[in-house]
């Protein structure tokens, strides 16, 4: 268990309206992922963070902005929510072995 | 452009058989690998990892194999067992995983019983 929480675990919302996903670790990890989980694509990395204030893009950064001003949290938004970002949010951290991941949330853009 | 590619979308095995999940590879900048696996409703669980410098890992009943020249890794299960029905992920990364996991697009295995 790597201490990481997500919330919410479910949402549903309606296009054009913002939306933050938050990211909660508890064992004092610099890096921490943002990935989107959709059918025939596998895990796809949307934006990352090496420190706090420090992020950088990911394969598919569009439409997603984020922010890290606390080690322990990362929060992920989405400034004006379309359907084709309906999908299973996971964030992850950088583990002495490898990425460890939280439970997911998934999010429904109607 | 995807450079982890997981061909096999599902497969079945029946309970005690060997399960191979199949991977392959582009990018020649990848160094380090790994196996994860997905529970519905779950976050993905690390399983198992293999560094370039090795063609061989196994941790109890789950052994990663890696062929560089052909850009391919398989992962070996044995005895399948049911609880190891689930969805598996290849991932690989750079820098011996210092970099960012690139993903394939998942196996769905079912193991009947």
């Known amino acids: 268990d790597a201490g990481i929480t997500q919330s919410p675990r479910h949402k549903v919302t309606e296009t054009g309206t913002p939306v933050t996903l938050r990211c909660h670790q508890t064992e004092n990890h610099r890096y921490m992922y943002w990935y989107r989980q959709d059918p025939g694509h596998g895990l796809r990395l949307i934006h990352y963070?090496?420190?706090?204030?420090?992020?950088d893009k990911g394969e598919v950064s569009d439409g997603y902005s984020v922010s890290r001003s606390k080690t322990e949290d990362f929060l992920l938004t989405l400034e004006s929510a379309t359907s084709s970002q309906t999908s299973v949010y996971f964030c992850?951290?950088?583990?002495?072995?490898?990425?460890?991941f939280g439970p997911g949330t998934r999010l429904l853009v109607l | 452009d995807q450079q982890v590619k997981q061909n096999s979308p599902s497969l079945s095995v029946q309970e005690g058989r060997i399960s191979i999940l199949n991977c392959d590879y582009t990018n020649s900048m990848f160094d380090y690998f790994l196996w994860y696996k997905k529970y519905p409703a779950e976050g993905p669980t690390f399983l198992i990892s293999i560094s370039s410098i090795k063609d061989k890992n196994e941790d109890g009943r789950f052994t990663v194999f890696l062929n560089k020249s052909a850009k391919h890794l398989s992962l070996h299960i044995v005895p399948s067992q049911p609880g190891d029905s689930a969805v598996y992920f290849c991932a690989a990364s750079g820098n011996f995983g210092n970099e960012k996991l690139t993903f394939g697009t998942g196996t769905r295995l079912t193991i009947i019983p």
């Open positions: 963070s090496y420190g706090v204030k420090d992020t």
């Open positions: 992850a951290i950088r583990g002495q072995e490898t990425q460890y």
